[in-house]
């Protein structure tokens, strides 16, 4: 047969049912490509493009949310630890009370322990801020950006000058705290987030180090320990109540959570500060954690005073002992030349007859011993005989005693 046969109604409709069935896996497939297609584009919008102020917080972020009770637009605060290289988002919860969502390594920060005093010192701030949405620079050089609102009011007060400090990615710091452009999406969505939520402001408070009995101690001698003990009570107050204490300044100081007694009052941050009273129940709960803390903080500071001054002694020691040896290798020389020319003249060579060369006995044994001696020999040379007793200036035994005579 030279044509096959027309195919039936039956057989085309089991050849439609097998190619549709081996259709339907490659359409999925194609689907999910294109969808992930699609996804990597706009994740690599979100990342470098215009939209990266709109990207979403990671999903281990959101999952922490969750399992902390928070939503995502409620109300955040962060607090920066120089020396620990840490920054802290803190997120408020539905009970009302802040708890710690995230911490990140600080990629990078300028300066060194202590405020920022001028404009070009490349110093970090310290103190207390309020971040607003106009702070917020989604269009940064360094990916992504919040202005810390330096010089704040307490700063102004003593004159201090800058400009353009910010949280912000890029990994490069000049007087900035500076993150990865990961870290910084992630922190920048949250901030964001809160403002959706409707928080006005979030607080940014940055410390030289966690603020505890035992690094005051170990700074105690710094010359910023006035200012630090200042920042701790504000430490103190989010500490004992896990909520940003509200800030204020005078009489060029920060104070906390406090309410002037006379209405329309304001406190002014170079001018005496007014009337004012702190909740007593949060007062309190400061006072109470201080009082551990500075007792804490005396045991240590005397422990590290007395551990100092031992090693002040000892280093004094070893000073002194090699100022000693090298006195001595450098007088060496002239006190031998000294010796030289103080030693009396050379005597002459004296003459000595045969018979005074012949050795000296002692009672001492011979340096050198043959293994095949008697035992005689041990007498001889302590009990003297024969012609080396006489030799040693031994004679004969002499006694007064008479015999008898004989019968």
Not at 104 to 120: A, M, Q, R, T, V
Not at 257 to 273: E, Q
Request: aromatic share 10%; glycine share 6%; with cysteine.
């Amino acid at each position: 047969m030279i044509f096959g046969r027309f195919p039936s109604s039956a057989d085309s409709q089991r050849i439609a049912d097998t190619t549709g069935s081996k259709r339907t896996p490659l359409r999925i497939a194609a689907a999910l490509m294109t969808a992930g297609f699609l996804a990597g584009c706009q994740a690599d919008e979100f990342a470098s493009g215009p939209n990266r102020h709109k990207a979403p917080v990671n999903a281990s972020i959101k999952r922490k949310m969750t399992d902390l009770n928070m939503s995502s637009t409620s109300p955040i605060m962060i607090r920066i630890f120089k020396e620990e290289s840490e920054l802290e988002v803190w997120k408020k919860t539905r009970t009302g009370k802040f708890k710690l969502l995230e911490e990140f390594e600080i990629c990078k920060w300028s300066g060194k322990l202590g405020p920022k005093f001028k404009e070009g010192d490349r110093q970090a701030p310290e103190g207390f801020y309020e971040i607003t949405p106009s702070l917020m620079n989604p269009k940064s050089s360094y990916h992504l950006a919040f202005n810390l609102g330096y010089p704040n009011k307490y700063d102004r007060s003593h004159n201090r000058t800058g400009s353009h400090l910010m949280v912000h990615g890029a990994c490069s710091s000049r007087g900035c705290y500076a993150m990865t452009d990961a870290q910084v999406t992630d922190i920048y969505a949250l901030a964001r987030d809160s403002f959706k939520g409707g928080q006005r402001t979030f607080q940014v408070q940055a410390f030289p180090f966690r603020m505890t009995a035992e690094n005051m101690a170990r700074h105690r001698n710094n010359e910023h320990i006035d200012f630090w003990r200042m920042l701790k009570t504000g430490y103190d107050h989010f500490e004992v109540t896990n909520t940003p204490p509200k800030i204020s300044v005078c009489e060029k100081k920060y104070v906390f959570d406090a309410t002037t007694l006379v209405d329309g009052v304001p406190f002014r941050a170079s001018s005496k500060c007014p009337a004012y009273e702190v909740n007593p129940r949060i007062a309190m709960a400061v006072q109470a954690k201080q009082n551990r803390d500075d007792e804490k903080f005396q045991k240590l500071a005397a422990r590290m005073d007395a551990k100092e001054e031992l090693k002040k002694r000892w280093e004094a020691r070893q000073k002194t002992f090699a100022n000693a040896i090298s006195t001595g290798e450098a007088d060496a020389p002239q006190t031998a030349a000294t010796e030289t020319a103080a030693a009396p003249a050379t005597p002459a060579p004296v003459t000595v007859s045969p018979a005074e060369k012949q050795p000296v006995e002692t009672a001492y044994a011979a340096k050198e011993s043959s293994p095949g001696r008697s035992a005689t020999g041990f007498f001889k040379r302590w009990i003297p005989f024969g012609s080396k007793a006489a030799e040693a200036g031994v004679g004969p035994i002499s006694t007064e005693v008479v015999p008898a005579a004989k019968p």
